[in-house]
C-alpha cells in the first residue's frame, strides 16, 4: 500500500456510495412519473448511458492493464450507481397506476431491483405494466452485457494483485 492512500480511496468512494444511497432516499423522484415522463425517461437513459461508458472505460484499463488507475474502486461504484439508478427508475414508474403489484416504496424498489439482478425472483413484486416490464428487461440486459464485464474484470484485477503479493519478497 502506498502510503495508506489506498485504504483513502476505499474510504472515499465509500463515502460516496453512502452519499448518492442517502441522495436516493431524498430526491423528489415522485416529479419524474406520469407528469414529467418528457424528463424521466431521456434522464434514465443519459444515466445508464453514461455509467455504461464509464465502466467500459475502467473494464478497458483493466484489460490493458492501464498503470496508475484504481479500476476496482471506480468497478464497485458505479455498479452501485447502476443499482440505485434502475430502482429511481422503477420507484418512479411505480408511481403510475398498472406498473408494478406490490412496490410502493423506494425500500421496495431497491429491493425488487436487486432481487432481478441476483436473478432470484420471490413473485412478491411484478412487473405488470408495458413500461416496467420493458424496464425490468432493460435491467436484465443490462446487467448482462455491461455489469457482467464489469465483475469479470473486477476479478481479473483482484487475481493480478493477488498474484503480484505473491511474487513479492517477503519483508524483513
Keep these: 500500500m502506498r502510503d495508506g492512500s489506498e485504504r483513502w480511496v476505499w474510504a ?12 436516493y432516499f431524498l430526491l423528489p423522484l ?8 418528457w424528463l424521466g425517461w431521456p434522464l434514465f437513459v443519459l ?11 475502467q473494464v478497458r484499463y483493466v484489460m490493458l492493464e ?20 434502475f430502482s429511481s427508475g422503477y420507484y418512479t414508474l411505480a408511481q403510475q397506476p398498472g406498473q408494478f403489484t406490490g412496490l410502493s416504496t423506494r425500500v421496495d424498489a431497491l429491493y425488487f431491483t436487486v432481487v432481478t439482478l441476483a436473478t432470484v425472483g420471490y ?12 424496464v425490468a428487461v432493460a435491467q436484465i440486459l443490462y446487467t448482462f452485457v455491461f455489469l ?11 487475481h493480478a494483485v493477488v498474484a503480484a503479493r505473491d511474487r513479492r519478497p517477503p519483508s524483513s
Design 12 to 23: 472515499g468512494a465509500g463515502g460516496l456510495v453512502v452519499a448518492v444511497g442517502t441522495a
Design 148 to 158: 457482467t464485464a464489469g465483475a469479470t474484470a473486477l476479478s481479473r484485477r483482484l
Design 47 to 57: 444515466c445508464l448511458g453514461l455509467l455504461a461508458a464509464l465502466l467500459l472505460r
Design 123 to 134: 413473485g412478491d413484486i411484478t412487473p405488470s405494466g408495458q413500461e416496467a416490464r420493458l
Design 66 to 85: 492501464k498503470p496508475h488507475t484504481r479500476p476496482g474502486v471506480m468497478i464497485v461504484l458505479l455498479m452501485c450507481l447502476a443499482v440505485l439508478v
Design 30 to 37: 415522485e416529479g419524474l412519473g406520469d407528469d414529467r415522463s
